[in-house]
């Protein structure tokens, strides 16, 4: 832990602490509200990212748009924006399709790679049970 406050404000008295991971050295901000029926809730800034942010994507083996898409991607994700990673993650598919299939418009690129085996249609795919 770097710091510490407390603020008695009467109302939900907010802590904050600013930690540090031991591991990688990010800092995050935390904040611990005590509501009037003595529950807590904590919260993160930015987020606990879900998941780690793969070293290879350092090492520059994704270059260019790709690379700063994903990194976009990752941003997102760490910040609690769900919705915005989601979007990334669809515009992250449709230039990796561009790239394999050339850009013919809307929805034809996506016609043109079920045939070649480039993706495949859910009503196609087996269930997993």
């Known amino acids: 832990m770097l710091c510490s406050v407390d603020v008695e404000d009467g109302w939900c008295d907010p802590h904050y602490d600013l930690l540090q991971c031991a591991g990688c050295k990010d800092i995050s901000l935390r904040v611990t509200l ?3 029926d003595d529950t807590k809730s904590v919260q993160y800034f930015p987020s606990p990212a879900s998941r780690k942010v793969p070293d290879w994507l350092y090492f520059g083996r994704v270059a260019g748009p790709l690379g700063s898409l994903l990194h976009e991607i990752y941003q997102a994700a760490r910040g609690g924006q769900l919705r915005l990673a989601i979007m990334g993650i669809r515009a992250l598919i449709e230039q990796v399709m561009i790239q394999k299939v050339e850009d013919s418009g809307s929805f034809a690129k996506k016609s ?3 045939p070649n085996g480039r993706i495949r249609l859910a ?7």
């Open 34 to 36: 005590k509501h009037f």
């Open 112 to 114: 043109r790679c079920v």
């Open 123 to 129: 009503s196609s795919a087996r269930r997993l049970e």
